[in-house]
Every structure is written in structure tokens, then in C-alpha cells.
């Protein structure tokens, strides 16, 4: 009778998957999962514990996170930019034409919404020195336009991730992630 020898860890999958830092642990998980479903040497199923127990013995480190994110800034860069015979000049040039308009737009929406502010701050003035005007409604616009200024900020912080123009665009905390997310 032949011996049940017990299922390890494909380890050499996991930490590729693990040092790219593109994955969350729980991604991991499901990466390794798919790859395994019908293997008979390895084990089919592992948990996040695992692999943190495992990346904090092994001394893993995600320390290419940062190689990966500049990789995928050039393929994009790259990718808008096809022609072969530009010089590095052209090629800054032609890749900064996109965020500069973006920055652009943002700074006339910045205006708009300050505009738009003054004219609410004006109306609210004049509600309050003459007694016939409801107050109700003017208090909708108020609460509209604080819904404006969150929407808009929102999407100015995404714009920056997007197209390189956020000073902070090497932080790897979940807010990032988030938006990142939602641009997708």
C-alpha cells in the first residue's frame, strides 16, 4: 500500500505573485487557487496567514512595487507615443501634452466652482435682509454645491493618479488603491 504523502505549498508561485506587489495577499490566494485546482502535487488551497507567515520567514520583500509602477508609467507613456525615430525632448513633450491639459482643466474648474460659490454666498445674503424669501430651498443649493465640491475633489485626485500630476503618486496606502480602483 503506497504511503499518503502529504500535499506543501507551491512556494516558488507564490512569491513572484508576492514581491510584484500588484496582488493583495487575499489576490494571492485566489491567483494560487486557480493555478493549483487540479494539481495533485501541491496544495489547491492556502491562506493569507500562510503566506505572511511564510514572506516574513523567507524574508520577502516587496521591493519591486515600485519597479512594477514605474514599468506600467513607460508602457503608458510608451503606448501614446509610437513613433521610434522621436528624440527625448519630443517625447517629454508629447507625453506632458495630456496632464497639462488635465492640470488646466482642473484650474478652470476650480474658478467655476469658486464662481459659483460667490454667486450662493451673494444669494444667501440677500435671503436673510428680506423676509418674503424662503430659506428652505437656498439651503438645497448650499447642500448641492458641498456635494459639488466633494465630487469634484474626488475627481481631481483621480486625475492626478491618472496622469502622473500628484506629488504623492508613490504611496502605496488604500486610499490610493481606492482610486485607482475607481478610475476603472
Known sequence: MAANKRKRVDWESVEPLYRAGAL????????????????????IVISEAAIRAHAK???????????????????????????AALLDPEIVLRAAEKPTQVRMLQRVRAIELADL?????????????DPDVEVIPLWNR???????????DR???????????DDS??????????????LE
Not at 521591493?63 to 501614446?80: F, H, P, S, T, Y
Not at 460659490?117 to 435682509?129: A, N, V, W
Not at 448650499?142 to 469634484?152: D, E, K, P, S, T
Not at 503618486?169 to 475607481?182: A, F, Q, R, W, Y
Open 142 to 152: 448650499v447642500q448641492i454645491f458641498n456635494a459639488l465640491v466633494g465630487a469634484r
Open 117 to 129: 460659490g460667490d454667486k450662493l454666498k451673494t444669494q444667501l445674503t440677500e435671503q436673510f435682509t
Open 24 to 43: 493583495s495577499n487575499c489576490e494571492i490566494c485566489r491567483q494560487y487557487a486557480a493555478d493549483h485546482i487540479h494539481s495533485q502535487t501541491w496544495k
Open 155 to 165: 475627481l481631481q485626485k483621480m486625475e492626478n493618479i491618472a496622469f502622473g500630476l
Open 57 to 83: 520567514k523567507k524574508c520577502w520583500l516587496r521591493n519591486i512595487a515600485d519597479k512594477v509602477k514605474n514599468q506600467i508609467r513607460e508602457n503608458l507613456v510608451r503606448g501614446e507615443i509610437r513613433e
Open 169 to 182: 503618486s508613490s504611496d502605496t496606502g488604500k486610499d490610493h488603491e481606492k482610486m485607482l480602483d475607481e
